[in-house]
């Protein structure tokens, strides 16, 4: 697609139901990140695909985070047991390695009730 | 670990007046340093970038200048508008991954 898409764009769920949060990246972009912003805050990096290589998963704050991806295409984060303090913007970026900057997506805003 | 910090976190401006805001990096291999745009309810949106062999990039009126033996590299928008009040975030990047600044709420006032 023309740009890096994600849904839901809202999210609004009760407190330890498991959410799914998709994103499309833009056609050919081999790299692939999530990243959260809590109200006010900068941006906190989750994880980060690339092609067929392991993905780097230092910034998943628990175990209750996992991220997919199927070869170049969609991703999807997962939390399971949703906690207050998991409500957030997940914001989703693309890029083509080595000299491609992000482009990311509008972010889906998730609130834990 | 690596670190980006961003100053100042909120700054409010007359309109036609110019804005800088700074950022400071830990990780001297950063050899690559964008500057995104957020606005209300959207994504952030890249607005100008700069590698590290260059000191200075301009695009109308906005400019980016870098020192990287201070591991300093600043925004300046001159001539501002009120289309210019957004959240601006700074980010440095070593290997593959960026790490961002805090992001500055910019105000321009009419």
């Known amino acids: 697609g023309a740009g890096v898409s994600q849904s839901p764009s809202n999210k609004v769920t009760e407190k330890g139901k498991d959410v799914e949060l998709r994103c499309d990246p833009i056609s050919g972009h081999t790299a692939l990140y999530w990243y959260r912003q809590r109200l006010g805050q900068g941006l906190e990096f989750l994880i980060y695909f690339q092609g067929n290589s392991a993905p780097d998963k230092s910034g998943l704050p628990s175990d209750r985070f996992s991220a997919e991806r199927t070869g170049e295409s969609v991703s999807t984060l997962t939390i399971q047991r949703t906690q207050q303090e998991d409500s957030a913007v997940y914001l989703c970026?693309?890029?083509?390695?080595?000299?491609?900057?992000?482009?990311f997506g509008s972010g889906t805003r998730l609130t834990v009730v | 670990g690596e670190n980006v910090e961003q100053h100042p976190s909120t700054l409010s401006v007359q309109e036609g007046d110019s804005a800088v805001i700074k950022c400071t990096y830990s990780d001297s291999a950063s050899n690559y340093f964008p500057w995104y745009k957020q606005e209300l309810g959207k994504g952030p949106q890249l607005i100008i970038d700069i590698r590290s062999n260059v000191g200075e990039k301009k695009d109308q009126r906005i400019a980016v200048t870098l020192n990287k033996t201070a591991k300093h590299f600043s925004l300046h928008i001159t001539e501002t508008q009120p289309e210019d009040s957004a959240v601006y975030f700074c980010?440095?990047?070593?290997?593959?991954?960026?790490?961002f600044g805090t992001g500055t709420r910019l105000k321009v006032l009419a």
């Open positions: 980010a440095a990047k070593a290997t593959y991954k960026y790490i």
């Open positions: 970026a693309s890029s083509l390695p080595p000299v491609g900057g992000y482009t």
